[in-house]
């Protein structure tokens, strides 16, 4: 598949689509991710693996999913959206001859573009991966009668610190994997293997970047209402005091274990989405 120009149409609707096809292959990594870093009830991610079975077979690894799966669709979208706009303000719209700085900072616009749709939807889909709701609506429903529309957006702010230095590295190492790959050529078609090693390891350095603001997110977005006064700055002190720096990366291993297969299916999804827009000539 050959490097192409930004479009912010195609962009948009590509990104969606791309979405869809990470939800569906990583959410299982995306539940034991949360379960290991809201409980202490597990030794690790296997311990984890395997005790989500024993007490609630296959689909308790999927618990939560209709969430993302309803809000993932327009957040991808405008993510590629906000890529495809940061590119076109910095004045480029090849990917492929575009520096890594300006890949950057096209994905950190990304990453305000997303923050609207991915709170509020971080945080039911947390919530129901660790408590009993009868599903997203209700528990939509249930945080509302807590503390109205607001409550809803609680952690906007942690989302925005995971999101916008992780879409940054998200989109540079993508684009920047796929330069190597073409040795100086930026005409030069790729195979759907060669998008998807690119796709996966965007993704690990994505989350190696974004997981210490990801680690405090979740814990605020679960908490009680009113355990963290301060909001993230709260749980951070917390979470030094008590467990020390490392916990800043507690979850780590599904985490990473999900990225490289998720978003390689994202990224292949996205531009076979492209290729086809284009080929009906949108």
Not at 200 to 211: K, R
Request: charged share 15%.
């Amino acid at each position: 598949m050959s490097a192409g120009t930004v479009s912010p149409l195609k962009d948009f609707l590509a990104g969606g689509f791309g979405g869809v096809c990470l939800v569906m292959s990583g959410h299982p990594f995306d539940t034991i991710k949360v379960r290991l870093q809201t409980s202490n009830q597990y030794t690790g991610m296997l311990d984890c693996v395997r005790q989500i079975y024993v007490k609630e077979g296959p689909k308790g690894y999927f618990k939560g999913m209709l969430a993302p799966v309803m809000g993932v669709a327009p957040m991808y979208a405008l993510c590629f959206l906000g890529f495809s706009h940061g590119m076109r303000i910095q004045g480029y719209d090849k990917p492929a001859t575009t520096s890594p700085v300006g890949l950057f900072m096209a994905g950190a616009l990304a990453g305000f573009y997303t923050t609207a749709i991915m709170a509020p939807g971080e945080r039911i889909k947390c919530l129901l991966q660790i408590q009993q709701y009868a599903g997203p609506v209700d528990c939509a429903k249930q945080i509302y009668r807590e503390g109205g529309l607001l409550s809803l957006y609680r952690g906007s702010c942690a989302t925005l610190l995971r999101d916008v230095p992780a879409s940054g590295m998200y989109f540079a190492s993508y684009h920047s994997i796929q330069r190597i790959m073409r040795r100086g050529d930026p005409d030069k078609h790729l195979s759907s293997a060669q998008i998807l090693v690119a796709g996966g390891f965007a993704g690990v350095f994505n989350w190696l970047v974004g997981m210490p603001a990801d680690v405090l997110k979740t814990r605020f977005q679960t908490a009680p209402v009113g355990m963290y006064p301060k909001g993230v700055r709260s749980v951070f002190s917390e979470l030094m005091r008590k467990e020390g720096i490392l916990a800043l990366y507690k979850g780590i291993t599904p985490v990473l274990v999900r990225a490289f297969p998720a978003n390689a299916c994202c990224f292949l999804g996205f531009e076979y989405a492209n290729w086809f827009l284009t080929l009906i000539g949108l």
